[in-house]
């Protein structure tokens, strides 16, 4: 059963990529994958606050199934790693290097403060006195 729900997280994930960097590409343009970029912090951001959101500590109790559904899922299929890879690789490729490293410190250090602030949100939530 958890290959089912973790193949529906999948497929709604991929629905989302695919809209998320649409609308990326219509209101930035498409000279440069801002909409990987965009996918790959909002993915990085979801993952870092449902970790910790729904962990041991967490204030949300839930059970494996739907972390394996969210986490493996649904960002899973949401982020496009894949996508990076190849387009920085297309950027190598056609000599623009500097885009290409660009594309590569901002992915990676844009998604590490993604993650980082997902579970700092979390934390805090997790802490948070409810009256």
Known sequence: ?????IAIGSALGGMARFWCSG??????????PWGTL???????FVIGFVAVITGPDGRVLVGTPVRQFVMLGVCGGFTTFSSFSIQTLELM???QWLEAGGNVVGSVALCLIAVWAGAALATAFNTMRWV
């Open 1 to 5: 059963m958890a290959y089912l729900w």
């Open 93 to 95: 490729r056609d000599g």
């Open 23 to 32: 609308v990326t590409a219509r209101l930035i343009g498409e000279t440069f």
């Open 38 to 44: 965009t996918v790959n912090v909002v993915g990085s």
